[in-house]
């Protein structure tokens, strides 16, 4: 059975539809400023609790446009060694690509054989244009996973999706980007340390 790790790094951080924006957005800017797997699985984490708690792409997608156009700033997440974070503005650019990287999550999630998250929420997760975007996307990737046991695939078979779905592709090396997320949302790794998922938390429903 593959599932995914549940948890609150902290409280606050699922309190509010808010508050899991800024959460999503932090990390967003951790794996695009430092890199790294860790923070990748960091993001996919957070998402995954998004999900969990009934949230929609739409909904957070508000939420960090009403706080960017509030002038509202946000910190960056603190290294383990310590250290400064840095507050910064919210710029569209990032509120779109980092609520694209959550519809990929969600879509992903949708895409696996038996899906071990319980949703509290009927809502769809994904609006219906961006599913169409891409489910084909993710489901190439899952189906590659699953039946193949394939950890990568051509980027120039994704490109042709996007071309077939979208009208137009995205560079090679934003596509490469976009199936890691995908590939290492699939990750049964993710959450080794958990036998079950348990939430202990009330829901947070996001509409």
């Known amino acids: 059975m593959y599932h995914w790790q549940i948890y609150a790094s902290s409280e606050e951080e699922y309190r509010s539809s808010r508050n899991i924006a800024v959460s999503l957005l932090r990390r967003y800017r951790n794996v695009i400023n430092r890199g790294g797997n860790d923070n990748l699985k960091e993001f996919i984490d957070a998402g995954v609790n998004a999900y ?31 250290g400064t974070s840095v507050t910064c503005k919210i710029v569209s650019e990032e509120v ?18 038996q899906p071990t998250i319980v949703r509290w929420s009927s809502t769809p997760p994904v ?26 695939l051509p980027v ?13 592709s995205e560079e090679a090396s934003v596509v490469a980007s976009r199936m890691r997320l995908v590939f290492t949302t699939l990750e049964p790794t993710v959450a080794e340390s958990l036998g079950d998922l348990l939430y202990e938390q009330d829901p947070v429903l996001c509409y």
Not at 127 to 152: D, P
Request: hydrophobic letters at 40%; aromatic letters at 10%; charged letters at 15%.
């Open 52 to 82: 969990a708690l009934g949230c929609t792409d739409e909904s957070l997608r508000r939420e960090l446009l009403d706080m960017m156009n509030s002038g509202i700033q946000v910190d960056g997440l603190q290294s383990y060694g310590g």
């Open 96 to 113: 779109r690509e980092c609520i694209l990287w959550l519809s990929i999550v969600f879509i992903t999630i949708l895409c696996t054989p």
């Open 156 to 168: 120039k078979t994704l490109q042709l999706e996007q071309m077939a779905v979208m009208g137009s």
């Open 127 to 152: 609006s219906t244009e961006v599913t169409h975007q891409w489910k084909g996307f993710c489901a190439l990737i899952a189906n590659a996973y699953y039946k193949r046991g394939m950890a990568w």
